[in-house]
């Protein structure tokens, strides 16, 4: 009985060359790739160093450079890039961002984007509870290859009552896009 089946199916195989592989000099293929949203950014200074300069009790500023490459969905895609100050200054006695010594201090940004990019409005307090924006996209933006530019220019109070000292904080970029 087993015999019979092999021959049976030996025969159907030599029978039916559809079902053989079929060689030739050339052959093709179709390619297909679905392209989504996607963003990536690089924080380009690893290090923002606040000073003051000019007049004594001059509020401190310094700059943040990012590169970020976004691609938005074509119709009603969005994005963001948000920064949020997720370590305050330490050690205690100089400035604080959640907790401020006096009641003017604020460690602020304004936003300077390329496009496709919307840089934040006006002046920016930063949060060490909330993102705030440093920039939107819209639908269907889309950055060049090696990244487009964005930059947070930030102003520290420069408080008579903070102790002499070293101090640093850590704020945390976050780009998203749909």
């Known amino acids: ?13 030599i029978v039916c060359p559809a079902v053989q592989a079929q060689f030739a000099g ?16 690089q924080v380009t200074t690893s290090t923002t160093t606040l000073a003051a300069v000019g007049s004594i009790f001059n509020n401190y500023t310094g700059v943040t450079n990012l590169t970020y490459k976004i691609r938005s969905t074509t119709s009603t895609g969005t994005g963001t890039i948000t920064a949020k100050v997720t370590t305050d200054f330490s050690p205690v006695g100089g400035p604080s961002v959640a907790t ?21 409005t006006g002046t920016v307090t930063s949060s060490t509870t909330a993102s705030t ?42 780009i998203s896009s749909t």
Do not use: I, K
């Open 100 to 120: 401020p010594p006096s009641g003017g201090d604020a460690l602020n940004y304004t936003c300077t984007v390329s496009a496709p990019g919307t840089a934040c």
């Open 26 to 41: 050339t052959g093709t293929t179709t390619m297909s790739v679905s392209v989504g949203p996607e963003a990536a950014l």
């Open 1 to 13: 009985m087993q015999r019979r089946t092999l021959l049976v199916m030996f025969a159907f195989l």
């Open 133 to 174: 924006s440093v920039a939107t996209f819209g639908a269907g933006a889309h950055s060049a290859l090696a990244g487009n530019t964005a930059s947070a220019s930030w102003t520290l109070t420069n408080d008579p009552v903070y102790a002499s000292g070293a101090y640093t904080a850590t704020v945390t970029y976050t």
